[in-house]
């Protein structure tokens, strides 16, 4: 471990909230402000917006004036994702023609862009113009890689740090040329990007979202609830603590002399 690794704990947040955050907020941070650099005015459309990469893409995009679209699995994150600052949501369930996969038949296929169509039109409705997204936040890979493609605006930017559907990716890329878009590679953070992001959680512009809080011995449950996709935003594990909520070292050391 070395000095410039270290980051200081947020004041206001109790350890388990500052242990939730992390991981997934850096990648998302170094995904739209490093690399995609997204600015005032911009649209965001935000996969999985419900989720621990998601919730803080959202408001990310909101704290530099940009405007969010989320698109969610159930009314419960389409609320929170709403609260977080997305200017619209869409129900991915409510275009199930629309994921990509191996295999296809030509129906099929001619289905999947109807719906990919449908969606866009969605996207007018929510920005009040006839317009593609100036930046697509992806991560989920294979099944709705197409549909970000063709959902960016000219000159628009796909940001991808992962696949969870799938790392082989099939696209038409005439929507990349013949509209000049960009494919960005993103990872997780340096030290310097993880400092900058962690200050907007020192001075509460960004919230860790942390929804659920499970003890050691229940590990197992919340990694099946992740599984079964019933954990929104983040998540913490308590261990060796002797409470939830406490904020301080100080208060900690109290706390562990009085069990």
């Given at each position: 471990m070395q000095a410039q690794q270290l980051l200081q704990k947020p004041a206001h947040l109790t350890?388990?909230?500052?242990?939730?955050?992390?991981?997934t907020y850096y990648t998302a941070h170094r995904m739209l402000v490093d690399r995609a650099k997204i600015q005032p005015g911009q649209s965001v459309l935000v996969w999985g917006a419900g989720g621990g990469l998601g919730v803080?893409?959202?408001?990310?995009?909101?704290?530099?004036?940009?405007?969010?679209?989320a698109?969610?699995?159930s009314p419960d994150r389409a609320e929170l994702c709403m609260s977080l600052g997305a200017v619209g949501v869409i129900?991915?369930?409510?275009?199930?023609?629309?994921?990509?996969r191996d295999g296809m038949t030509a129906a099929e296929e001619a289905d999947r862009v109807a719906a990919v169509k449908a969606f866009g039109r969605r996207i007018w409705e929510i920005l009040g113009e006839r317009t593609g997204v100036d930046v697509v936040f992806e991560h989920v890979g294979k099944s709705t890689f197409p549909a970000s493609v063709f959902l960016?605006?000219?000159?628009?930017?796909?940001?991808?740090?992962?696949?969870?559907?799938g790392y082989n990716l099939t696209f038409d890329v005439r929507h990349l040329w013949m509209r000049?878009?960009?494919?960005?590679?993103?990872?997780?953070?340096?030290?310097?990007?993880?400092?900058?992001?962690?200050?907007l959680v020192q001075q509460g512009k960004i919230k860790p979202v942390m929804t659920r809080l499970f003890?050691?011995?229940?590990?197992?449950?919340?990694?099946?609830l992740m599984y079964e996709n019933k954990?929104?935003?983040?998540?913490?594990?308590?261990?060796?603590?002797?409470?939830?909520?406490?904020k301080s070292y100080a208060e900690t050391l109290a706390a562990l002399e009085a069990s």
């Open positions: 350890w388990e909230e500052s242990a939730s955050y992390g991981l803080f893409a959202v408001q990310l995009a909101a704290a530099v004036g940009a405007r969010p679209i698109v969610v699995s129900d991915r369930s409510e275009f199930p023609g629309l994921p990509y960016a605006n000219d000159f628009g930017r796909i940001v991808i740090c992962g696949a969870t559907t000049q878009k960009q494919i960005i590679g993103s990872h997780f953070a340096d030290a310097n990007s993880c400092r900058r992001a962690n200050a003890t050691w011995d229940e590990v197992p449950r919340a990694h099946q954990l929104h935003g983040t998540v913490s594990c308590l261990v060796g603590a002797p409470r939830a909520g406490l």
